[in-house]
């Protein structure tokens, strides 16, 4: 017999949600296939098997508080069997997550939850409330009849694999070419429907933090605009040439980061950070690039931007934006940095006020270039302008340096020549 721990979390991640078991007891596992997923405050884990075996019992179910180490399960050697019992679940034990009304009054009163009939259906009043978070989320984007998945969980529960199952079955209908589509919308039913669901540890953590911010830094944004031809010129020029020598296409979020770092080294009180009533001043330049997932806004880390290539800026940044999207970012990709970076114009955001990542002092809106009339050499032209953003701590940087600061990273965007050429 071997337990199944909880990975060891970092100093600052004291706890996480058990959010769902992908083998069930009984089951067949080979080494390295993936067990359960736990959601910190910062990423979602995932606890792989160790050895060959089978699952014998599991302690904590999903949505169940988990600390680092802690023993989720049992694996032991042999062939798969028949499910067995949790070793936690009693008959009595009513579901997870309840809500007021007969389903919770039952439960409450000692009364047994109803059990899988033989299609492994159960009414979807009572079932919607054992969901787990990783669950909802799947029956929400993928728009699910919850009465309509089997569910194969050890307690008669729909598990994300149910989910992601009765989903690669489901043809969904076309959706018409003016309907805007919204990602986890929750499903609804009645005339004025509502529904109370938790938020994510990702979701209260981020919450908490921008709340922080907001509480202890003074701060203040200050913007500029850029004209945009010069860099996309210098793309529309080399990209086929960068394509074929690196493998990945020349990107906008490069030369920002570049610029970046070229301009915390001529300001490098924006670069810095607030400890109680020291600063502390970083030489080294660990930019941070919001990536938007759907777990919610993470900011994985450019270790020493001064001494990456353009082409390894654009590598890093696809190899996290892969990892977000599949869930895969580590603490360790998303720990410190001294600077970020965020780009709203992704998703058509004209001007926005971002805000800082602390304990950074400072952070980058970039927004999307719409073609605008402006004077060049006493004419009116139209050219393909962007405004930025610089949100800062105004308790260590005065406006004098924040504007510079837009200026230069303006400047080498403009004339990109000089930054490549350390001019």
Known sequence: MADIKVPVFSES??????????????????????LAEIETDKVVLEVTAQQDGVLQSVNKQEGDTVLSEEVLGTMGEGAASAPVASGTATQDQAPRDQVSGPVAQEASAGGTATQ????????????????????????????????????????????????????????????PAAAPVQASAPLLSGPRPEERVPMTRI??????????????AALLTTFNEVNMQPSMDLRRKYQDQFVAKHGVKLGFMSLFV????????????????????????HGYYDIGIAVASDRGL??????DTDGMSLAGIEKQIAEFAQKARGGKLTLEDMSGGTFSITNGGT????MSTPIINAPQSAILGMHNIIERPIAQNGQVVIAPMMYLALSYDHRIIDGKEAVQFLVTIKNFLEDPARMLLDL
């Open 116 to 175: 899988p009939d033989s299609a492994g259906l159960q009414p979807a009043a009572e079932r919607r409330e054992d969901l787990s978070p990783a669950v909802r989320k799947v029956v929400a984007e993928k728009g699910l009849e919850v009465g309509q998945i089997p569910a194969t969980g050890p307690r008669g529960n729909i598990t994300k694999a149910d989910a992601l199952g009765a989903a690669a079955q489901t043809v969904p209908a076309p959706t």
């Open 13 to 34: 991640v004291s706890e996480g949600t058990l959010l769902a078991w992908h083998k069930k007891p009984g089951e067949a596992i080979k080494r390295g296939e993936v």
């Open 347 to 350: 998703f058509g955001s004209m």
């Open 298 to 303: 993470v900011v994985p880390i450019l270790r």
């Open 203 to 216: 979701r209260a953590r981020i919450a908490e933090r921008l709340k922080e911010v907001q509480n202890t």
């Open 258 to 281: 570049r610029a970046a770092t070229e301009a915390l080294k001529a300001f490098p009180m924006v670069n810095a950070s607030v400890d109680g009533k020291d600063i502390i001043y």
